[in-house]
């Protein structure tokens, strides 16, 4: 189901705001196409818009496992780019923000009439799932995990012989490979640490995958807005001002964002 099939002109005014009442009751973090209502509202448009256009246009046929799915846009978007089989897992880390549960995903799923499944399952657990994956989505999941490298393990193990992994999050700065660790709170809650783009490399080579290539990345907002700052205002308002509009985007925080794919290829 693509946007563009919308079957608003079948439902009644009625069905129209019951279904408005529903959407409107959810907290959501993705913009999803609902038929019959619209987009839903949510704080990561940009971030979604920037990771759909540099994904591959076609999943045709391929098994996708998405991890850390929350709403599951981005496991809609592999059903409508031909994905058959999508399994999206979740862990619903943080109570305050998933405050709806997985209330978004399934009422995206009944209207789209979609097929994605979803298993409420931490990504240290992957071993309990008996089947293999061509495509792994890893998408702005790796910074909120205390161990990130034990995750891209499992996800080795997870994927079939030729699979690729979509690695994408917060990248840190410097030439450095290395992986850094936050204070507690340091950035919010559930972000616990960050690899410069050679650490992340480091680290999927080590792990197993070849072919590994950087597809995109965003430009650094720290260092263009501490740029701004030194030149106009030295006071500290400026910069608080701007950081502070940034992040309220959803998707830029200080730090620039990276997409990596690996691939499985042991033989
Ligand atoms: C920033 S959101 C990313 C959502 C989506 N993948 C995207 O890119 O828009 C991180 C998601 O990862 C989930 N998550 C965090 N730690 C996890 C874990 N250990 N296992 C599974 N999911 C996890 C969170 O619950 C949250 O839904």
Same mark, same amino acid.
């Given at each position: 189901?693509?946007?563009?099939?919308?079957?608003?002109?079948?439902?009644?005014?009625?069905?129209? #705001?019951?279904?408005?009442?529903?959407v409107?009751?959810i907290?959501w973090?993705h $913009?999803?196409y609902i /038929?019959?209502?619209? !987009?839903?509202p949510?704080?990561?448009?940009n971030?979604q818009?920037?990771?759909?256009?540099n994904?591959?246009k076609?999943?045709n046929?391929?098994?996708?496992?998405?991890?850390?799915?929350w709403?599951?846009y981005y496991s809609?978007?592999?059903?409508?780019?031909g994905?058959v089989?999508?399994l999206?897992?979740d862990?619903?880390?943080?109570?305050?923000?998933h405050?709806?549960?997985t209330?978004?995903?399934e009422?995206?799923k009944?209207t789209?009439?979609?097929?994605v499944e979803?298993k409420?399952?931490?990504?240290?657990d992957l071993?309990?799932? #008996?089947e293999q994956?061509?495509?792994v989505?890893?998408l702005g999941?790796?910074? $909120?995990?205390?161990d /990130?490298i034990?995750? !891209?393990?499992?996800?080795?193990?997870k994927?079939?012989?030729?699979g690729?992994v979509?690695l994408?999050?917060?990248?840190?700065r410097?030439?450095?490979?290395?992986?850094r660790f936050?204070?507690?709170g340091?950035?919010?809650?559930t972000?616990?640490?960050a690899?410069?783009?050679?650490g992340?490399?480091?680290?999927?080579?080590?792990?197993g995958?070849?072919n590994?290539?950087?597809i995109a990345?965003?430009?650094?907002?720290g260092?263009i807005?501490s740029?701004?700052?030194?030149k106009v205002?030295?006071?500290?308002?400026?910069?608080?001002l701007? #950081?502070g509009g940034?992040?309220?985007l959803?998707?830029?925080s200080d730090y620039?964002r990276i997409?990596i794919?690996?691939?499985?290829?042991?033989?």
């Amino acid at each position: 189901m693509t946007d563009k099939d919308t079957d608003a002109s079948s439902i009644t005014e009625n069905q129209q #705001s019951d279904l408005a009442k529903r959407v409107l009751s959810i907290k959501w973090f993705h $913009h999803i196409y609902i /038929p019959g209502y619209g !987009l839903t509202p949510g704080p990561v448009r940009n971030s979604q818009d920037w990771l759909s256009s540099n994904l591959p246009k076609s999943f045709n046929g391929l098994r996708v496992l998405d991890i850390g799915g929350w709403d599951g846009y981005y496991s809609f978007l592999a059903e409508e780019r031909g994905a058959v089989r999508i399994l999206m897992i979740d862990s619903l880390q943080n109570p305050e923000a998933h405050s709806s549960g997985t209330l978004g995903f399934e009422l995206a799923k009944e209207t789209r009439k979609s097929k994605v499944e979803f298993k409420l399952m931490d990504v240290q657990d992957l071993d309990d799932l #008996s089947e293999q994956f061509d495509v792994v989505f890893f998408l702005g999941v790796y910074y $909120h995990l205390i161990d /990130p490298i034990g995750a !891209l393990s499992k996800i080795f193990d997870k994927l079939a012989e030729n699979g690729v992994v979509y690695l994408e999050g917060i990248s840190a700065r410097g030439r450095k490979p290395s992986l850094r660790f936050f204070e507690v709170g340091e950035i919010e809650p559930t972000t616990f640490c960050a690899g410069t783009e050679r650490g992340l490399i480091r680290i999927l080579e080590n792990v197993g995958f070849s072919n590994i290539s950087v597809i995109a990345k965003t430009r650094d907002p720290g260092r263009i807005i501490s740029w701004v700052y030194s030149k106009v205002n030295r006071s500290g308002r400026f910069i608080k001002l701007v #950081s502070g509009g940034a992040r309220n985007l959803g998707f830029i925080s200080d730090y620039p964002r990276i997409l990596i794919s690996a691939k499985k290829n042991s033989m």
